[in-house]
């Protein structure tokens, strides 16, 4: 799966297994779109959302409206469900910010950092800088690597408000941060309109979007992880996006456990737009 890395699908799959404890509280419920690659990464991957062939019965399927019909998403709810998303050559399971039943409802809002520079000191400051404006709203933030280039901070929800007014919030939020520092943030999407700064992506949080999940290995060299991490590891600049590998994964949990495993029981009510 990893040719330069000697990672193998077998190892792919007992990463999984390993971290299945820590990652289920965070994935289960929620409707799976995976990223597989059948060469492994040096060949071109592809994103499926519909398992309506080929799945196995015992497989949560949840029915999501679309234009011309259905889309048949897998929902993954115990380590089986996520062996199985291993077996079928899925590297990186991406997630939506809501879960069965309550789909228009999400208990999660993302912010996706994503930079175009490997500038560790800007996507530090930007970051803290997030934080920072979250808590002045009220809002307690947890951090993870992306596993790719920048980090993701969300804020766990009460369930109240549905994707609508979450998107809007998180794209009101990032509009404020841009201001803040327009030099090095900004809320372009296309890379050429960027000017090199850091997208503040909110569009995580439209009904039906995805990000990383949590402890998702990444389709990249040394197969990074999409990892919690604390704010002072972000802080000291000894977490990086890339930090947490599949191989370093089981060593970490041995040691600090599921950084996140208290973030569902503080929930917050979704504040005004600032």
């Known amino acids: 799966m990893f040719p330069d890395d000697g990672i193998t699908k077998g190892e792919l799959c007992a990463y999984y297994e390993r971290v299945a404890p820590a990652m289920l509280p965070h994935l289960g419920g929620r409707p799976v779109t995976m990223e597989r690659f059948h060469r492994g990464i040096d060949a071109k991957g592809f994103f499926q959302k519909n398992v309506s062939k080929g799945a196995p019965e015992w497989l949560q399927t949840v029915a999501v409206p679309k234009k011309d019909g259905v889309v048949n998403y897998p929902v993954v709810t115990d380590e089986r469900g996520l062996m199985w998303l291993a077996n079928q050559n899925c590297i990186t399971p991406h997630v939506w910010t809501s879960r069965v039943p309550e789909l228009v409802h999400p208990d999660l809002c993302v912010f996706d950092l994503d930079p175009l520079d490997d500038d560790a000191v800007v996507l530090r400051n930007a970051t803290l800088l997030l ?14 690597t992306t596993g790719s280039k920048g980090f993701h901070v969300v804020v766990p929800l009460d369930g109240k408000a549905d994707s609508g007014h979450v998107a809007h919030f998180a794209h009101s939020v990032g509009r404020a941060l841009v201001k803040r520092d327009p030099a090095h943030l900004t809320q372009e999407f296309y ?47 000894e977490a990086g996006p890339t930090t947490f590998t599949l191989r370093s994964m089981t060593e970490r949990l041995d040691a600090v456990g599921d950084l996140w495993s208290d973030l569902y029981r503080r929930p917050c009510a979704l504040p005004p737009p600032p």
């Open 131 to 144: 934080r920072d404006m979250l808590a002045e709203l009220g809002c307690t933030s947890w951090v993870k």
């Open 191 to 237: 890379k050429a309109d960027r000017g090199g700064r850091i997208l503040i992506d909110t569009g995580r949080n439209e009904f039906g979007a995805t990000f990383a999940a949590t402890y998702a290995v990444r389709p990249k060299p040394t197969a990074p992880v999409s990892a919690p991490c604390t704010w002072d590891e972000v802080e000291s600049g």
